[in-house]
């Protein structure tokens, strides 16, 4: 339990840095519940995390009523990343990278805040929870569906991003993806048995 907790605050603030310090500055977008709590804060310049925690609750309610694990798992992910994301944004001009070189860092960041996440059945929730969903009903992977979800939310967003920060936010979900990737792969413990 303390090592589940210690990768929320960690994963949480890793995310926290990544949006704020890298992306943001750029306006460059992620996939994604982040992505579209990014969205909405170019837009209208409301919080990016109190974005998204109004933005799952819709979500939460359905998993309650059928996925009562996954409610149980990513709520305090959720809760804390959003907290971190909107406490973290002072850094939004400390770093001065160009566009490229934020992406990636802004991808790194994010992609490694997830993968420690999920490495102790944790996460931000949003729209892993409704790829759960429609998987369960029209019986298509979950990750063929995440990736089609990030995608169009990133394509949502391109019209008040333009097309060049379009691009490079797809640089950024790569990373965000290999990542997320290797994070899991490289900290998953294994059993010894004696």
């Given at each position: 339990m303390i090592e589940k907790t210690f990768a929320v605050i960690l994963g949480s603030f890793l995310i926290g840095l990544g949006i704020n310090g890298f992306l943001i500055p750029h306006h460059l977008l992620d996939g994604g519940i982040i992505g579209i709590g990014l969205i909405i804060h170019y837009y209208s310049g409301f919080p990016t995390g109190l974005s998204m925690l109004i933005l799952s609750i819709p979500l939460y309610c359905l998993a309650w009523v059928y996925e009562r694990q996954f409610f149980y798992?990513?709520?305090?992910?959720?809760?804390?990343?959003?907290?971190?994301?909107?406490?973290?944004?002072?850094?939004?001009?400390?770093?001065?990278?160009?566009?490229?070189?934020?992406s990636i860092f802004g991808g790194i960041f994010v992609g490694?805040?997830?993968?420690?996440?999920?490495?102790?059945?944790?996460?931000?929730?949003?729209?892993?929870?409704?790829?759960?969903?429609?998987?369960?009903?029209?019986?298509?992977?979950?990750g063929i569906l995440i990736f089609f979800i990030d995608g169009l939310v990133i394509i949502s967003?391109?019209?008040?991003?333009?097309?060049?920060?379009?691009?490079?936010s797809f640089i950024t979900i790569i990373f965000v993806g290999i990542m997320t990737t290797l994070t899991v792969i490289n900290t998953t413990p294994t059993l010894e048995i004696k």
């Open positions: 798992n990513s709520l305090n992910g959720l809760i804390v990343s959003s907290l971190f994301i909107d406490v973290l944004s002072f850094v939004n001009d400390q770093f001065h990278l160009s566009m490229l070189w934020s490694t805040g997830i993968g420690l996440m999920l490495r102790y059945k944790t996460s931000t929730g949003g729209t892993d929870l409704l790829a759960q969903l429609i998987g369960k009903i029209i019986s298509i992977n979950v967003g391109m019209k008040i991003v333009g097309f060049e920060k379009f691009c490079y």
